[in-house]
């Protein structure tokens, strides 16, 4: 079974939906590439899918290992490169509690960094991942 199926419907714009659910997902081209920028890019999606991968593993850890990471969040910011036009960098900053002991932070920290997109991407394209403890 497939991933996902998509079509074009025009002027730019996709529309992807997962098989397994049916949720979907509409992607533009963005402004500054001809498009609408009225949804997601292609390249947004990478880098909020790896902003969405390294949470996601965090919290399977959180869980197993009894951690609270109530309120966390992330923002990330794609930049792009020219020669070819590719994603040459994604910035990843967390927001988590201040309450982390020296040691969950550690765990949490290692389990970001080594979800499956984060070991996807091509190595060039620069990740840089801060973590913050101010919740």
Excluded: W
């Amino acid at each position: 079974m497939s991933t996902a199926t998509a079509r074009y419907s025009g002027q730019l714009r996709t529309e992807a939906t997962h098989t397994a659910s049916g949720n979907c997902i509409v992607t533009d081209a963005p402004v500054d590439n001809h498009g609408r920028g009225e949804a997601f890019s292609p390249t947004d999606l990478v880098s909020a899918a790896l902003g969405s991968c390294m949470m996601t593993i965090m919290g399977i850890v959180a869980e197993r290992s009894q951690i609270n990471l109530a309120g966390t969040t992330f923002n990330v910011t794609k930049h792009m490169v020219a020669d070819p036009r590719r994603i040459g960098q994604i910035d990843v900053h967390f927001q988590l509690p201040a309450a982390l002991s020296p040691k969950e932070r550690t765990i949490l920290e290692n389990a970001a960094r080594t979800c499956p997109v984060a070991l996807s991407l091509n190595p060039e394209i620069r990740q840089e991942v801060q973590f913050n403890y101010s919740l």
